[in-house]
């Protein structure tokens, strides 16, 4: 089992910045990848970024340039998020990856206003 817990969402306005954070713990030597995705109401749950064990990460185009994906050798994994803009209003989850089995963190609340 994978424990994660995200911390670091709020209100922001357009243009500025947040900092997600996400701590993992329980069976964490066996995680390959971790990352964000998020999801709004009534729409399918998206990646946002993650990031594998050798350091290779992947990002939605729609957040290239803007947001940065970084990890703490697998206790954490964070998410910079800049320029922010209404459409990157959503409930961020962290994810995990561990032995091909998922698990997602409660979810932190992103709000974004124009």
């Known amino acids: 089992q994978v424990r994660l817990v995200e911390s670091g969402g709020g209100l922001v306005q357009a243009g500025g910045s947040l900092r997600l954070s996400c701590a993992a713990s329980g069976l964490i030597f066996s995680v390959s990848r971790l990352g964000w995705y998020r999801q709004v109401p009534g729409k399918q749950r998206e990646l946002v970024a993650t990031m594998a064990t050798d350091g290779s990460t992947d990002y939605a185009d729609s957040v290239k340039g803007r947001f940065t994906i970084s990890s703490n050798a697998k206790i954490a994994v964070y998410l910079q998020m800049n320029s922010l803009k209404p459409e990157d209003t959503a409930v961020y989850y962290c994810?995990?990856?561990?032995?091909?089995?998922?698990?997602w963190g409660q979810g932190t609340q992103v709000t974004v206003s124009s």
């Open positions: 994810y995990a990856d561990s032995r091909s089995r998922e698990y």
